[in-house]
C-alpha cells in the first residue's frame, strides 16, 4: 500500500448533527478518500473522482463538507492547523488529477 496523499488525525467526522467520532482519520490514498473511527473502522470511502468537497461557508477555516456516496460529511480538521482545510482541498485535487492522468 502507497504512502497517503493526505492524512489527518484527531478530525470530528459528523453527519446531520451527530457526531460520528470526535478523533477520527481521513485518508487519500491510492485514489480513494477513506473516512475512519479513531479505532481504524471504515466510516465511508470513496474514489476520489466521486468525492465532492467544498470549505462550509460562514465557518472557522478548519472545517470542510465533503459529499461521500451520496452522504454527507462534516470534517473538523482542528490538529492540522489554519490551512488544513486548504491542504485537504488541494490534496483531493492532485488525487483526482492523477487519477485523470492514467
Known sequence: MAEPEFSATGVRIGRRLSSLTRAGQVLIRDGR???LTSRGREIDSAPVEDVHAIRTPFSLRRRALATVNGTGYLLTLRRQGAA??????????????QVVQH
Not at 488544513?84 to 488529477?97: M, P, T, Y
Open 33 to 35: 478518500l477513506v473516512l
Open 84 to 97: 488544513s482545510v486548504s491542504r485537504f482541498l488541494e490534496a483531493l485535487d492532485r488525487a483526482r488529477q
